[in-house]
Every structure is written in C-alpha cells, then in structure tokens.
C-alpha cells in the first residue's frame, strides 16, 4: 500500500516556476514508477511527466517537453515536478501516481493516487 500526498501548487503568472512535490508513505517506494497527471476543469485526466523506479528513464507529454523536469529522491520518498515557463494551459489538479513496472502514459495502469494540488496560471 502506497500512500501519495502532493504538494507546492498555488497561484503563478505566466512565464514563472512552481515545484510540486508529493511525498510517498511505505518501504517500497523505490520500487515504483511514479507519474504526474492532470485534469483541467471539463477535460480528462492527461499525461504530464513518469520516472522510472531508479530515476534513469523520464517520458514527458509533448505539451511540457523542455519546460517540466521530473525527479525523484528515493531517500525521502519524494517525487518532484519542476514546471517552468508556465502557461495559462498549465492551469489544472495536479496528480501523482504511482505503478509497477515499465513507464507508461495511461492513467488506468497506475495504481495509487493522491488527492491533488491546484496549479492556476494567470496570464
């Protein structure tokens, strides 16, 4: 059992940062692929950025490639999402989520969720 608590969302102008971070309970963290995913008002849950259990494989959504980086530290049961250059699109719950096994960008094989933190770009 994998518990996921997300946090750092707020309120940004375009063109500015904000690291989310969500913080994981339980032993096996390092065993897990850990995902970001978000959900816009009246839009679906959308792919954002995975990392794999070591940290050496990364896939981002085309939409946030070279804007967003997603790291974790495996010592602090922590996964970040280091989002930069942000735009009014941006704007969405935040999610993490955890699986086993390889990466993959649909949200149906992840597991465990957290509740979600709200990012609002303001243009």
């Known amino acids: 059992q994998v518990q996921l608590v997300e946090s750092g969302g707020g309120l940004v102008q375009a063109g500015g940062s904000l690291r989310l971070s969500c913080a994981a309970s339980?032993?096996?963290?390092?065993?897990?692929?850990m995902g970001w995913f978000r959900q816009a008002p009246g839009k679906e849950r959308e792919f954002v950025a995975a990392?794999?259990?070591?940290?050496?494989?990364?896939r981002y959504a085309d939409s946030v490639k070279g804007r967003f980086t997603i790291s974790r530290d495996n010592a602090k049961n922590t996964v970040y999402l280091q989002m930069n250059s942000l735009k009014p699109e941006d704007t969405a719950v935040y999610y993490c989520?955890?699986?086993?096994?390889?990466?993959?960008?649909?949200?149906?094989?992840?597991?465990?969720w957290g509740q979600g933190t709200q990012v609002t770009v303001s243009s």
């Open positions: 989520a955890a699986k086993t096994g390889v990466i993959v960008i649909r949200t149906s094989p992840y597991t465990y």
């Open positions: 339980g032993r096996t963290f390092s065993s897990y692929t």
């Open positions: 990392i794999g259990w070591s940290g050496d494989s990364t």
